[in-house]
Protein backbone atom coordinates (compact mmCIF):
# COMPACT_ATOMS: atom_id res chain seq x y z
CA UNK A 1 0.00 0.00 0.00
CA UNK A 2 1.05 3.42 -1.05
CA UNK A 3 1.70 5.67 2.23
CA UNK A 4 0.08 8.72 2.82
CA UNK A 5 3.28 10.55 4.42
CA UNK A 6 4.87 9.93 1.02
CA UNK A 7 2.73 12.18 -0.64
CA UNK A 8 2.64 15.21 0.99
CA UNK A 9 5.35 17.18 -0.94
CA UNK A 10 5.95 21.29 0.35
CA UNK A 11 5.26 23.40 -2.80
CA UNK A 12 8.16 24.89 -4.06
CA UNK A 13 7.56 28.39 -6.37
CA UNK A 14 10.71 27.30 -8.95
CA UNK A 15 8.74 24.12 -9.24
CA UNK A 16 7.41 23.25 -12.78
CA UNK A 17 4.27 22.23 -11.36
CA UNK A 18 2.68 22.73 -7.90
CA UNK A 19 -0.78 21.64 -6.95
CA UNK A 20 -3.23 21.15 -4.60
CA UNK A 21 -5.30 17.83 -4.15
CA UNK A 22 -7.89 17.66 -1.71
CA UNK A 23 -9.25 14.17 -0.55
CA UNK A 24 -13.50 14.41 -0.55
CA UNK A 25 -14.82 11.60 1.87
CA UNK A 26 -18.04 11.12 3.24
CA UNK A 27 -18.80 12.32 7.16
CA UNK A 28 -14.99 13.75 7.42
CA UNK A 29 -13.33 16.75 7.13
CA UNK A 30 -11.45 17.23 3.42
CA UNK A 31 -7.78 16.17 3.63
CA UNK A 32 -5.04 18.56 1.80
CA UNK A 33 -2.31 17.44 -0.12
CA UNK A 34 0.29 19.93 -1.88
CA UNK A 35 2.12 18.35 -4.74
CA UNK A 36 5.25 19.37 -6.13
CA UNK A 37 6.47 17.69 -9.51
CA UNK A 38 10.02 18.36 -10.61
CA UNK A 39 9.11 17.47 -14.22
CA UNK A 40 7.06 19.07 -16.17
CA UNK A 41 6.89 18.90 -20.27
CA UNK A 42 4.09 19.32 -22.93
CA UNK A 43 2.93 18.31 -26.78
CA UNK A 44 0.84 20.72 -28.88
CA UNK A 45 -1.55 19.53 -31.87
CA UNK A 46 -2.19 21.34 -34.93
CA UNK A 47 -5.53 22.19 -33.97
CA UNK A 48 -3.75 24.06 -31.18
CA UNK A 49 -4.71 21.32 -28.10
CA UNK A 50 -2.04 20.82 -25.63
CA UNK A 51 -1.21 17.60 -23.68
CA UNK A 52 1.48 18.62 -20.73
CA UNK A 53 2.60 15.88 -18.74
CA UNK A 54 4.51 15.81 -15.38
CA UNK A 55 6.50 13.88 -13.00
CA UNK A 56 7.94 13.50 -9.66
CA UNK A 57 9.93 9.86 -8.65
CA UNK A 58 10.66 9.61 -4.62
CA UNK A 59 13.47 7.10 -4.39
CA UNK A 60 12.84 4.48 -2.14
CA UNK A 61 13.98 2.94 1.42
CA UNK A 62 14.78 -0.21 2.85
CA UNK A 63 11.26 -1.01 3.65
CA UNK A 64 9.38 0.81 0.84
CA UNK A 65 9.66 1.11 -2.86
CA UNK A 66 10.00 4.33 -5.05
CA UNK A 67 7.14 6.32 -5.32
CA UNK A 68 6.08 7.93 -8.86
CA UNK A 69 3.48 11.01 -9.41
CA UNK A 70 2.30 11.61 -12.73
CA UNK A 71 -0.03 14.12 -13.89
CA UNK A 72 -1.70 14.49 -17.29
CA UNK A 73 -3.15 17.51 -18.54
CA UNK A 74 -4.92 17.24 -22.02
CA UNK A 75 -6.93 20.01 -23.71
CA UNK A 76 -10.04 18.96 -25.83
CA UNK A 77 -10.80 22.44 -27.10
CA UNK A 78 -9.51 25.97 -26.69
CA UNK A 79 -10.69 29.47 -25.91
CA UNK A 80 -10.40 31.96 -28.53
CA UNK A 81 -9.30 35.20 -27.45
CA UNK A 82 -12.30 37.91 -27.86
CA UNK A 83 -14.89 35.39 -28.84
CA UNK A 84 -14.92 32.87 -25.50
CA UNK A 85 -15.69 33.88 -22.03
CA UNK A 86 -12.91 31.82 -20.06
CA UNK A 87 -14.28 31.37 -16.58
CA UNK A 88 -12.78 28.89 -14.23
CA UNK A 89 -16.34 26.54 -14.38
CA UNK A 90 -15.40 25.91 -18.20
CA UNK A 91 -14.80 22.17 -18.95
CA UNK A 92 -11.98 21.47 -21.54
CA UNK A 93 -9.74 19.07 -20.23
CA UNK A 94 -9.23 15.58 -19.43
CA UNK A 95 -7.06 15.27 -16.27
CA UNK A 96 -5.20 11.90 -14.93
CA UNK A 97 -3.49 11.71 -11.63
CA UNK A 98 -1.06 8.60 -11.50
CA UNK A 99 0.55 6.90 -8.35
CA UNK A 100 2.37 3.93 -8.83
CA UNK A 101 4.49 2.26 -5.61
CA UNK A 102 6.44 -0.87 -6.30
CA UNK A 103 3.46 -3.38 -7.59
CA UNK A 104 0.81 -1.29 -6.32
CA UNK A 105 -0.94 1.88 -8.33
CA UNK A 106 -3.81 4.03 -8.58
CA UNK A 107 -5.13 6.43 -10.89
CA UNK A 108 -7.59 9.21 -10.85
CA UNK A 109 -8.98 10.42 -13.55
CA UNK A 110 -11.56 13.29 -15.01
CA UNK A 111 -11.86 16.57 -16.14
CA UNK A 112 -11.92 20.46 -15.68
CA UNK A 113 -10.55 23.63 -16.57
CA UNK A 114 -6.83 24.62 -17.85
CA UNK A 115 -5.74 27.82 -18.79
CA UNK A 116 -2.42 28.60 -21.09
CA UNK A 117 -0.21 30.40 -22.77
CA UNK A 118 2.41 29.58 -24.87
CA UNK A 119 5.77 32.02 -25.17
CA UNK A 120 7.08 31.73 -28.73
CA UNK A 121 10.12 33.12 -27.75
CA UNK A 122 11.21 30.91 -25.06
CA UNK A 123 8.97 27.72 -25.75
CA UNK A 124 7.75 27.55 -22.35
CA UNK A 125 4.24 26.93 -21.91
CA UNK A 126 2.49 28.42 -18.68
CA UNK A 127 -0.79 27.57 -16.78
CA UNK A 128 -3.60 26.85 -14.25
CA UNK A 129 -5.82 23.96 -13.61
CA UNK A 130 -8.65 25.22 -11.61
CA UNK A 131 -11.04 22.75 -9.97
CA UNK A 132 -10.57 19.35 -11.92
CA UNK A 133 -12.84 16.73 -10.33
CA UNK A 134 -11.50 13.36 -10.33
CA UNK A 135 -12.55 9.95 -9.49
CA UNK A 136 -10.91 6.18 -8.95
CA UNK A 137 -10.46 4.98 -12.64
CA UNK A 138 -7.67 2.19 -12.28
CA UNK A 139 -5.90 -0.12 -9.59
CA UNK A 140 -2.97 -2.38 -9.99
CA UNK A 141 -3.80 -4.61 -6.79
CA UNK A 142 -7.23 -4.27 -5.45
CA UNK A 143 -6.57 -2.52 -2.05
CA UNK A 144 -8.72 0.72 -0.16
CA UNK A 145 -7.88 3.59 -2.40
CA UNK A 146 -6.15 6.40 -1.41
CA UNK A 147 -8.41 8.66 -2.05
CA UNK A 148 -12.77 9.16 -2.37
CA UNK A 149 -13.35 12.27 -4.05
CA UNK A 150 -10.45 13.87 -5.59
CA UNK A 151 -10.25 17.92 -6.61
CA UNK A 152 -7.31 18.91 -8.17
CA UNK A 153 -5.89 22.43 -8.66
CA UNK A 154 -2.41 24.06 -9.53
CA UNK A 155 -0.57 25.66 -12.19
CA UNK A 156 2.58 24.62 -14.16
CA UNK A 157 5.40 26.00 -16.53
CA UNK A 158 6.61 23.09 -19.46
CA UNK A 159 8.85 22.88 -22.07
CA UNK A 160 8.17 21.25 -25.59
CA UNK A 161 8.73 17.31 -25.44
CA UNK A 162 6.51 14.80 -27.25
CA UNK A 163 9.32 11.98 -26.65
CA UNK A 164 9.30 12.14 -22.93
CA UNK A 165 4.74 13.31 -23.10
CA UNK A 166 4.62 10.05 -25.40
CA UNK A 167 6.65 7.76 -23.11
CA UNK A 168 4.89 8.39 -19.94
CA UNK A 169 1.58 8.32 -21.63
CA UNK A 170 2.96 4.74 -22.95
CA UNK A 171 4.15 3.95 -19.35
CA UNK A 172 1.04 4.28 -17.40
CA UNK A 173 -1.27 2.42 -20.20
CA UNK A 174 1.38 -0.52 -20.45
CA UNK A 175 1.20 -0.21 -16.43
CA UNK A 176 -2.48 0.03 -15.77
CA UNK A 177 -4.20 -1.05 -19.37
CA UNK A 178 -6.36 0.88 -21.18
CA UNK A 179 -9.12 2.75 -19.81
CA UNK A 180 -12.29 2.79 -22.38
CA UNK A 181 -13.17 6.39 -20.92
CA UNK A 182 -9.72 7.82 -20.73
CA UNK A 183 -7.43 6.13 -22.85
CA UNK A 184 -4.22 8.30 -22.72
CA UNK A 185 -3.36 7.49 -26.25
CA UNK A 186 -6.86 8.00 -28.01
CA UNK A 187 -7.67 10.87 -29.61
CA UNK A 188 -9.90 13.55 -26.85
CA UNK A 189 -13.52 13.19 -27.07
CA UNK A 190 -15.53 15.04 -24.53
CA UNK A 191 -19.03 14.37 -23.94
CA UNK A 192 -21.34 15.95 -26.84
CA UNK A 193 -22.92 18.39 -24.49
CA UNK A 194 -19.53 20.02 -23.51
CA UNK A 195 -18.44 19.55 -27.43
CA UNK A 196 -21.98 21.51 -28.45
CA UNK A 197 -21.57 24.14 -25.77
CA UNK A 198 -17.67 24.84 -26.92
CA UNK A 199 -18.83 25.04 -30.19
CA UNK A 200 -21.67 27.85 -29.22
CA UNK A 201 -19.08 29.78 -27.62
CA UNK A 202 -16.54 29.73 -30.54
CA UNK A 203 -13.96 27.56 -28.68
CA UNK A 204 -12.28 25.43 -31.53
CA UNK A 205 -12.88 21.69 -30.79
CA UNK A 206 -11.78 18.68 -32.86
CA UNK A 207 -14.19 16.66 -34.85
Known sequence: MICFAALVVLGCASAPGTFLLVDHRDGARPREFHESFTEAYFDRTPAGNIQVALRRQEPGG???PAITQIAFVRTFWRSVPGRTTAESTQINANVG???????????????????????????????????????????????????????????FRAE???????????????????????????????????RDAGRQSGAKSPP
Open 160 to 194: RNPQMVARWVNEMNRRFGPDDSQNLNSPATPPKAI
Open 97 to 155: YFIVSGETGESFEGSGAVFFNLDNWSGVLTGTLDHATLALSRQLSKNTPLFSRVTLSGK
Open 62 to 64: MDS
